[in-house]
């Protein structure tokens, strides 16, 4: 075994194989692999060794992709057979909603270039003759996916990882792991101690372990999968003795299970509710190729609806029952990135789709770590994408959620339920009482919208026959009314949503944004390192505000901050909820060593209160003694003012385009300032509103989101940053040199925003195709409702020869195309003269 490599992956499944297999193809050649038992010891040995494309993540889509067309070419370049049987996979759909969701995935599939064809029940029984077509409304059918044997792909990568010089060590176990003051990293094993640059986690299982010996809480735990395997039934094995094609994979999503043609019989694979979590403490020491006791009960209304669906599955005994340990992050998506707080430690792990995703992660973290950045937007799957929140207790609900869910419609508006609520902001009563429907984000509760209270969506609108899943709608609130019904369409919560906006626009409306992330920076060295991190100038003078973003080296956009000069050294940093570990991590990493810049995370030091609406300085002048006239607190300025006997810093900024403020306010006096501009705003009608309110007003401003408008895969001036981009500062800034070269090359992107016309009951949601004369020419990023310019819009990406004002283009929104019109940005009060007013 070498002491010294560049990278040391530990973890010999198909993931870390598949890892050292592309950092050799990306010149990485001084890399080992260290692998406590064989290789293909832990999960990788009894998955079932499908490879499903269907996924909604852009991202994972992406990543399934890769690994699809990568398994196609191994035993070409390696000799190694990987049985890879591209036999299709068919989706079948009992319900409208679940054509609503291929529908839409097929929109998403389309963007990334994955085929789909869909089926109608007739043609579903001519490629799979034993299925039963009862009740089937149509089907969505994968022609390039099948499945393959895991531990002959993970040979077959070995293999290729050998011959261009990474090293295997078998039966070798990783001890310990500590960084030394250089950032080397020093991996010890039972073996002797190897030094490196890098390491890679790769330990399936064992994640949470491994991630232990560096101080990491992992949200990774595994929950226990079954599969059954039947014995031979004799129309099968008629059907392959006539050379009769395989039938293909067949899943019955509103039932929750695949099932595929193994060795003459069937193999039938449920993802049941109940299923628990395991290893909550890792592993036992020795375990290799461990299987649990099956529990068949669990299984038993899968295994009906499966004998209904195919009865041959009910006709033959059963062979073998496999129970093993899957591992599931809260999201059900796999964590692919570098570690927080750790330079240089990268993570492979969580993957519960493994098989199919371990080439597409490989080929991303090998990119990442050998350049610097992954060239897909992997925001769907980065490890930072939760926080410390994500501990022991929420994983074991949010993990077994995420596993019970796999079938469930993807609902876009959809709120799961588990480990909820977890934080509250102290207004949280408050809204509640006034009727807070709500969601989450990082772990949050944010009201999204509010229902009146006699609002009640008839049990008759709920209810689906025949379906396992039927999981169309929040739970029922304390007073034992659902509110909320989940839809690729508009839903019950349209109108009300419509009402928020309208009274925000005429009126007065408080929202909660305490979910932001807040970062101070100080100290003498703040000033100058800010302006290095981002495009835009930082503000000069105290009590500015700016929109700056964080470039990545090769000019995309890594992170965007509302940057507020509080003092000559202290510098506020706002950005998005969800980003807070990310975005902290990022500055983190980026900070000088010579101590002359503090940061801090504040983000549960502040509670944020939005006051937005023509009223709102009426409101808020009856609280303060600070003049809020324009030319006193002008549009992107801040000022600490006092609201009562509270405080606040109140920055005039907002995501909805209107007159208003941020209130920045101590969160344990929260509770405090929302009574007072309640009651401060009661002569003009202050009400809350939620952020579906606020997601519809944004789009009408042409205000971008990352990862949406906003993402690494686009020059930040293709997504239409031209403000906040000062090509021209005279400081450098992370990324100007090489988006300066892209511009030079030419953009292949540019933002519009469009009208989109004829639509009755569907806007577009983003991950919409977009057409010109038939040819797929773009993609949509986000889309709704316009309530404020009365017009269904979309925001996207198209090439820039078409992205000239009042060009004609189409979308297909759930299968149905509409023409949409490319219109100027922001086409509520283009002039800013609301915010200015
Ligand atoms: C019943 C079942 C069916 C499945 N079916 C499918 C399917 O059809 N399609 C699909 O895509 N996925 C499927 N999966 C999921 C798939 O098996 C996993 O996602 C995948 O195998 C994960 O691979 P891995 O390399 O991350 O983990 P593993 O295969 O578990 O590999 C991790 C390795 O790390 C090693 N290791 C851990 N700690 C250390 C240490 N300290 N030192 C050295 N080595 C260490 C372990 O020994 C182990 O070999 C299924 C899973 C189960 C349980």
Not at 282 to 307: N, S, V, W
Not at 441 to 470: H, M, S, T
Request: proline share 5%.
């Amino acid at each position: 075994m070498k002491t010294h490599a560049r990278v040391v992956v530990i973890g010999g499944g198909v993931v870390g194989v598949a890892t050292l297999y592309h950092l050799v193809k990306k010149g990485i050649t001084d890399a080992v692999l260290i692998e406590r038992r064989e290789l293909t010891s832990g999960s990788t040995w009894h998955a079932a060794g499908l490879l499903p494309l269907f996924n909604m993540s852009y991202a994972v889509g992406q990543i399934h992709k890769y690994s699809v067309k990568l398994y196609d070419t191994l035993e070409e370049e390696t000799g190694l057979n990987v049985g890879f049987k591209k036999v299709s996979n068919i989706r079948l759909a009992r319900t409208r909603d679940r054509m609503d969701e291929y529908e839409y995935y097929a929109g998403v599939a389309e963007t990334i270039g994955i085929n789909v064809n869909f089926l109608t029940p007739e043609e579903v029984k001519e490629i799979w003759p034993l299925c039963e077509t009862d009740g089937i409304l149509g089907a969505i059918q994968h022609p390039d996916d099948g499945y393959i044997q895991p531990a002959d792909l993970t040979q077959a990568l070995a293999r290729g990882a050998r011959a261009g010089g990474g090293e295997i060590n078998r039966f070798t176990t990783v001890t310990g792991i500590t960084q030394k003051p250089n950032g080397e990293w020093v991996v010890a094993t039972d073996k002797g101690d190897i030094t490196s640059e890098h390491v890679v986690s790769a330990t399936g299982n064992f994640a949470r372990k491994t991630a232990e010996m560096v101080g990491l809480d992992l949200p990774v735990i595994p929950v226990e999968h079954q599969f059954i395997v039947t014995e031979p039934h004799p129309e099968i094995v008629a059907r392959q003795k006539a050379g009769l094609p395989e039938m293909g994979v067949l899943r019955e999503s509103d039932s929750s299970w695949y099932l595929r043609e193994e060795n003459g019989g069937l193999l039938l694979g449920p993802y049941e509710a109940g299923a628990p979590c395991c290893y909550v403490d890792g592993p036992a020491k020795d375990c290799e190729y461990e299987l649990f006791q099956e529990d068949l009960d669990r299984l038993a209304p899968h295994i009906e609806t499966a004998m209904e669906r195919v009865p041959a599955f009910g006709e033959v005994g059963v062979k073998e029952v496999y129970n093993g340990a899957i591992c599931y992050t809260p999201d059900g998506s796999p964590m692919v990135g570098p570690a927080w707080d750790l330079k240089n430690f990268w993570i492979n792990e969580g993957h519960s789709f493994g098989i199919t995703a371990a080439g597409g992660a490989g080929w991303q973290l090998a990119e990442w770590i050998a350049e610097g950045e992954p060239s897909i937007d992997m925001t769907g799957v980065d490890p930072r994408r939760f926080g410390p929140y994500a501990s022991r207790g929420y994983l074991r609900a949010k993990n077994e959620e995420a596993y019970a869910n796999v079938f469930t419609v993807h609902y876009p508006d959809e709120e799961r339920q588990a480990a909820r609520p977890l934080k509250r902001a102290p207004c949280y009563d408050r809204m509640k009482a006034l009727g807070a429907v709500f969601g989450s984000v990082y772990g949050w509760e944010r009201p999204n919208w509010f229902a009146p209270a006699d609002l009640e969506v008839p049990a008759g609108e709920l209810e689906v026959d025949d379906v396992i899943l039927n999981h169309n709608h929040a739970p029922a609130d304390e007073t034992g009314k659902v509110k909320e019904k989940w839809s690729f369409r508009r839903s019950n919560y349209f109108e009300h949503v419509g009402n928020e906006c309208r009274h925000v626009s005429t009126k007065v409306g408080l929202l909660d944004m305490s979910a932001f992330s807040k970062f101070e920076v100080s100290g003498p060295g703040a000033e100058d390192w800010l302006e290095g991190l981002v495009a835009n100038r930082v503000p000069k003078k105290v009590g500015r505000v700016n929109l700056c973003h964080m470039l990545t080296k090769n000019g995309g956009v890594r992170a965007e901050f509302t940057i507020y000069r509080k003092s000559p050294r202290d510098f506020y940093l706002v950005s998005a909820g969800a980003f807070e570990r990310h975005d902290y991590d990022y500055l983190e990493k980026a900070l000088p060593s010579d101590g002359s810049v503090r940061l801090q995370k504040v983000t549960t030091q502040y509670g944020v209160l939005v006051l937005a609406g023509p009223k709102s300085r009426d409101v808020l002048a009856k609280l303060t003694d600070q003049d809020l006239s324009n030319a006193a607190f002008p549009w992107l300025s801040g000022r600490f003012i006092n609201v009562g006997p509270a405080q606040a810093h109140a920055l005039r900024v907002n995501f909805v385009g209107e007159l208003g403020w941020e209130l920045h306010h101590p969160i344990e006096m929260q509770t405090t300032i929302f009574d007072l501009l309640m009651e401060a705003g009661a002569e003009f009608d202050i009400k809350p509103f939620g952020i579906r309110a606020m997601d519809s007003m944004r789009l009408e401003k042409s205000y971008r989101l990352i990862p949406r408008e906003l993402s690494i895969e686009y020059a930040a001036l293709e997504s239409g940053l031209d403000r906040f981009v000062r090509l021209d500062k005279n400081v450098d800034f992370i990324g100007r040199d090489a988006l300066a070269a892209w511009k030079e090359k030419g953009f292949k992107w540019q933002f519009v925003t469009m009208e989109v016309s004829g639509i009755t009951d569907a806007d577009a949601r983003g991950s919409e195709p977009i057409y010109k004369d038939g040819a797929l020419v773009g993609r949509a990023t986000s889309g709704g409702f316009g309530w404020r310019v009365g017009k269904s819009l979309a925001l996207a990406m198209v090439p820039p020869a078409l992205a000239v004002i009042g060009t004609e283009l189409e979308i297909k929104i759930l299968g149905e195309m509409h023409k949409a019109t490319v219109i100027p940005e922001s086409p509520f009060d283009p002039d800013n003269e609301r915010l200015r007013a």
